[in-house]
């Protein structure tokens, strides 16, 4: 198979697993004008199917658990999993709760980890980055 | 125009109105007295936060709506009554209740916990707290004023209010070390001053929004287009208001003037004589839809610079924490006892915090968060009543629901499902708009 369309473009689908919103906005952030990742081809898509990436934010609550397997499913191959935030990363402040069944890498596996409460727009640029240098080693296996 | 036929794929048919009542019926000699259902959610682009909506649908008009709740239920409040945690600890939790209101919720249990245990905040940290909760909320208008504009397919406006929405985001992370989630309030004062500094900065930035703001109500007060896909759309009366609790801009774009920064003044509020905001102060008779809800927010921008000059001018002198040692504070609370409230208007509507305190015991005995969006949520019900599925998305963003990550729609038609994805309930919206410059 032949990878080289993610030299040029990375489409990315943002799963909200009961996060803040801290990430999430720091996400947006880099969408729009200041950091502008559009002009990497990078861009969120409304669909798990049109990803290359998955971009996953909060402690995965009970309920998103199941769904978020789904969405892992529904992304094709190759793929990588990117998860911004401490909480995702490692459940930070939620690890007693009784309605967290996080973090994410016991749910779905999990290739890059973006730490911080929220992590700055740059830091989840350069997450996504490491994936595609992931995403470029799957492909050279395939 | 030329002669079209709907079935033929060599001769695409641009959107109207027939067509388009073809497409989601399935014909137009039946289904229009049918009910259909459609489940939005819970992993959902026009809110942030994971919720699930079911609507149903009589043709292109919505009948009913059932909402359901708690897929990003956490457990907070019982964590934070967990044996083990020490206030300062469930402070930072109550930190991560919201990422957009991270002031919000941490001001109002301080206060809480101030009243319960009879610790007073020197003047100086409750101008402070004020100067930190206004910027947040120009924060947080200016970014649902650009995701209201995103999704009425408006993009440019969403990427240019986005723009200049840096710069608060640049004022807090000079003022507090970070671009959210602040950490300002500590029980007795705040962590951080305002050094000397650091003022012509946060006065450049409300020169620079002053400059701005008149731009921006132009942008999206006199845009036909805007006004077209907003006016009399998710119309909430002032009487549905009062009667479903609605608070916030939700409330006061109803003609309700409810703030909880006029109606009970906190903190160094009660010097600024803040008066809550109606689309009467843009003269404009209040109908509560959505143009009512965008004036507010907007106007609340404004009123939020007021609010920082004053309080950049008669800024206190002196100590910014009663407790400048974390023991000394972590001692007087392990003393305290008794029950306390706190209140903030966060950029939503009034927060509210309960808790207890029992001598001899570090953590929390009862701690109670009542947030805006609860509060907003039965709004919804009116405001979704016969409106059309193209709009769904700006109605549900319009009270400001903490949004963020829409996925698709399910429409059950004869047995069969057939999903409708972000992208697709965003085209319909964004072919209203099209459909409706023309």
């Known amino acids: 198979m032949k990878l080289s369309a993610f030299k040029r473009a990375l489409w990315v689908f943002h799963v909200a697993t009961g996060s803040c919103n801290g990430c999430d906005i720091e996400i947006v952030a880099a969408l729009t004008p200041r950091y502008d990742v559009e002009r990497f081809g990078i861009r969120l898509v409304g669909t798990p199917r049109h990803a290359d990436v998955l971009l996953v934010t909060g402690p995965v609550t009970r309920p998103m658990a199941e769904r978020l397997k789904r969405v892992y499913a529904q992304t094709p191959d190759p793929k990588a999993v990117v998860v911004v935030g401490g909480c995702g990363s490692t459940s930070g402040v939620f690890y007693e709760s009784y309605n967290v069944v996080g973090p994410v890498d016991r749910i779905i596996p999990v290739d890059v980890y973006v730490p911080g409460c929220p992590p700055r727009p740059e830091a989840i640029i350069d997450g996504v980055v490491k994936a595609v240098a992931k995403l470029e080693k799957l492909g050279a296996k395939v | ?438």
């Not at chain 2, 003047?123 to 209201?148: C, D, F, N, T």
């Not at chain 2, 969403?158 to 500590?186: C, F, M």
């Not at chain 2, 006029?262 to 009467?280: E, G, M």
């Not at chain 2, 939503?348 to 309960?354: A, F, K």
């Open chain 2, 1 to 438: 125009m030329s002669e079209r036929n709907p079935k033929d794929p060599e001769n695409p048919v641009l959107p109207g109105v027939e067509e388009e009542r073809e497409v989601t019926l399935g014909g137009p000699e039946r289904g229009l007295a049918e009910v259909f259902e459609v489940p939005i959610g819970p992993i959902h682009p026009a809110l942030k936060e994971p919720i699930r909506l079911t609507f149903r649908v009589r043709g292109e008009r919505i009948v009913g709506v059932q909402i359901r709740t708690g897929f990003a239920h956490r457990g907070i409040e019982f964590m934070g009554m967990r044996q083990g945690r020490n206030l300062v600890q469930v402070l930072y939790l109550s930190e991560r209740i919201c990422g957009i209101c991270s002031v919000s919720h941490p001001i109002a249990f301080t206060q809480a916990v101030e009243r319960a245990a009879g610790i007073e905040v020197p003047p100086r940290a409750q101008y402070i707290r004020v100067i930190i909760s206004e910027l947040e909320r120009i924060h947080s208008h200016l970014l649902w004023a650009g995701v209201a504009a995103h999704e009425l397919g408006f993009d440019t406006l969403l990427h240019l209010t986005w723009r200049v929405r840096e710069k608060v985001l640049d004022i807090l992370e000079e003022l507090s070390g970070n671009r959210i989630n602040y950490a300002i309030p500590i029980f007795g004062g705040v962590r951080r001053d305002i050094t000397p500094e650091q003022y012509p900065k946060v006065w450049e930035a409300i020169r620079y929004y002053r400059g701005l703001l008149e731009q921006l109500l132009d942008a999206f007060l006199r845009d036909p287009t805007v006004e077209a896909r907003t006016r009399g759309v998710g119309v909430l009366e002032r009487k549905e208001a009062e009667g479903l609790c609605a608070v916030g801009p939700t409330a006061r774009a109803s003609g309700l003037r409810k703030d909880v920064r006029q109606d009970r003044p906190y903190l160094a509020y009660s010097d600024f004589q803040v008066r809550a905001i109606t689309p009467k102060d843009y003269g404009l008779t209040p109908v509560g839809d959505v143009y009512d809800k965008i004036v507010v927010r907007l106007l609340e921008v404004g009123q939020s610079l007021d609010i920082i000059e004053k309080a950049l001018e008669n800024m206190p002198e002196g100590e910014i924490t009663s407790f400048p040692k974390i023991p000394a504070l972590l001692a007087h609370l392990k003393k305290a006892e008794g029950e306390g409230l706190g209140w903030h208007e966060a950029p939503r509507g009034e927060v509210i915090h309960y808790v207890r305190l029992a001598a001899g015991d570090e953590s929390l005995l009862v701690w109670k968060v009542k947030a805006p969006t609860y509060s907003n949520l039965l709004s919804w019900y009116p405001m979704f009543e016969d409106q059309e599925i193209a709009d769904i998305p700006i109605i549900a963003a319009c009270i400001d629901p903490c949004i963020c990550c829409m996925d698709r729609v399910y429409i059950v038609r004869d047995g069969k499902e057939e999903a409708w994805t972000k992208e697709g309930l965003l085209r319909l919206s964004w072919e209203k708009t099209r459909r409706l410059q023309r």
